[in-house]
C-alpha cells in the first residue's frame, strides 16, 4: 500500500532464537489516526501512552512488541513506554507523541528496553512495503498463525487500499478491543470520522469475539490513513463513498475476527452463534454472550455432543426473555429443538455428524421478539488447560 512500510524482527523479548517479537509500522506522512482501547481498570502503560496519542487524531508510527506486557510496572512502565516512541520517533523523524506503542504478553515483568531500542533501531533498516506479514508474526504470543486481511473499495472513484493485522488467542472477551490489531488504509478522512467509522466497526465486529469470556490489560485496535488514495476527504457517514470504506473496513475486521476465534487457545473449532427473535438487542447479544461464554457449551461442542439442554439452561439462567413453545435450537443447521420439545434422536445424530466439521454454526430463535445478535468463539479442549496452567512456567 502506498505511504506505508512495515517490519517485524527479533529482539530478544522473547527467548528463542530467531522469533520475531517487535513490528513497526510507518506512515511516510503524518496519518489521521482512530483507535479504541480496553476498558478495564488494570491496563498496560503501552496503553496509557497510546490513548494520549489517539486524542491528537495523527500519527507516523506503531511499534509494537509481544513476549511482555509492560503491565502492572508503575513509573518504570510509565517510562519504558515513552522510552519506545521517543526511540522510534527519533529512528523516523518524528514526535514521540506521534508514535502509538504496544506490548502484549507477561504481566508484571519489565521490558528489557536495551533490547527493545536495539530492535526497533533493526526495525527501523528493514522497513518495506511488503513487510506487513513480519510485522503480524512479530506481534504472536500463543496464536498459532499470523492474521491478516486486507479489502479494497471504490471511494469518490478512487481506489481505496484496507490492510490490518491482528493477534489473540487467549484471555480474549472483547471490552472495546480484545487484543491487537493494527489497520492501515490510504483513504482520506478526518479524525473524527475515523474515529466513528472504527467504533462502528469494531462493535460489530472485534467486540463480537469471546475465548474464554476475559478482557486484556493491553487491548488496542489502531487505525492509521495516510490519505494517498486522494479521494475527497470523508468527513461524515454521509460523505460520498463513506458507506463503501465502512463496509470495506468491516470486511477486514470481520475476517480477523474469525481469525481471532478460530486460533482461540486450544481450539479445535470455529463457532458462530447466532441469536434471532430477542425481546430487544442487548438481550440478543446477551444471550450470545451467554452461549459463547458457557464451559458447558463450549466443552460439548469439542465432545461433538448436540446438548441443546445446555444451551438452553445458559440462556434461562441469564433471564433472558423467551417463548418457550416458539423457541427453535439449531446445530449446524439441524433443529434439535423445536416447539417447545426435542426433535428426537434422528436429529441429534445428524447434528453431531456436523459437529465433526471445523466451523460450527449455533442458532437459537428466542420467539421474544425481533432483535439479533452475532457472537464468534471456539470450544473449550484440553490444551486451553495445558496452555494456561504453564503460561508462566
Given at each position: ?22 513490528a513497526l509500522i510507518e506512515s511516510e506522512v503524518p ?154 488504509t490510504d483513504v482520506a478522512a478526518t479524525p473524527t ?201
Amino acid at each position: 500500500m502506498p505511504g506505508f512500510r512495515y517490519a517485524g524482527v527479533h529482539c530478544g523479548v522473547k527467548a528463542q532464537r530467531g522469533e520475531l517479537d517487535l513490528a513497526l509500522i510507518e506512515s511516510e506522512v503524518p496519518a489521521t489516526a482512530a483507535a479504541v482501547f480496553t476498558r478495564s481498570t488494570v491496563v498496560g502503560a503501552p496503553v496509557e501512552w497510546s490513548r494520549q496519542c489517539a486524542k491528537a487524531g495523527k500519527a507516523r508510527a506503531i511499534v509494537a512488541n509481544s513476549g511482555c506486557s509492560n503491565v502492572a510496572m508503575g513509573a518504570r512502565g510509565r517510562r519504558d513506554a515513552e522510552a519506545m516512541a521517543a526511540a522510534t520517533a527519533k529512528t523516523l523523524g518524528c514526535k514521540a507523541k506521534e508514535v502509538f506503542v504496544a506490548s502484549t504478553g507477561v504481566i508484571g515483568e519489565p521490558l528489557p528496553m536495551a533490547k527493545i531500542r536495539a530492535g526497533i533501531r533493526s526495525a527501523s533498516q528493514g522497513l518495506d512495503s511488503g513487510g506487513l506479514r513480519d510485522a503480524g508474526e512479530a506481534i504472536r504470543t500463543t496464536d498459532t498463525f499470523a492474521k491478516l486481511a486486507s479489502e479494497r473499495a471504490i471511494v469518490g472513484r478512487k481506489n481505496v487500499r484496507i490492510a490490518g493485522i491482528a493477534k489473540g488467542s487467549g484471555m480474549i472477551e472483547p471490552d472495546m478491543a480484545t487484543m491487537l490489531s493494527f489497520l492501515v488504509t490510504d483513504v482520506a478522512a478526518t479524525p473524527t470520522y475515523l474515529r466513528g467509522a472504527l467504533k462502528r466497526v469494531a462493535d460489530q465486529t472485534f467486540n463480537r469475539v469471546t475465548v474464554d469470556g476475559e478482557g486484556s490489560t493491553s487491548d488496542s485496535v489502531i487505525l492509521l490513513a495516510n490519505g494517498y488514495a486522494e479521494n475527497a476527504v470523508l468527513r461524515t457517514p454521509k460523505s460520498p463513498g463513506a458507506k463503501r470504506f465502512e463496509a470495506a473496513l468491516f470486511d477486514v475486521a470481520e475476517e480477523l475476527a474469525r481469525m481471532l476465534a478460530r486460533d482461540g487457545e486450544g481450539a479445535t473449532k470455529l463457532v458462530t452463534i447466532d441469536v434471532t427473535g430477542a425481546a430487544n438487542p442487548a438481550e440478543a447479544e446477551r444471550a450470545a454472550r451467554r452461549i459463547a461464554n458457557s464451559m458447558l457449551v463450549k466443552t460439548a461442542i469439542f465432545g461433538r455432543d448436540p446438548n441443546w439442554g445446555r444451551i438452553l439452561q445458559t440462556i434461562g439462567a441469564g433471564r433472558i426473555r423467551l417463548a418457550l413453545p416458539r423457541v427453535e435450537v439449531k446445530l449446524c443447521g439441524v433443529p434439535v429443538f423445536k416447539g417447545g420439545a426435542s426433535a428426537g434422536a434422528a436429529a441429534r445424530k445428524r447434528a453431531e455428524k456436523g459437529l465433526t466439521q471445523d466451523e460450527v454454526e449455533i442458532a437459537v430463535h428466542l420467539g421474544a421478539g425481533r432483535s439479533k445478535a452475532r457472537i464468534w468463539t471456539c470450544d473449550l479442549s484440553y490444551d486451553y488447560v495445558r496452555i494456561n496452567a504453564e503460561y508462566t512456567t
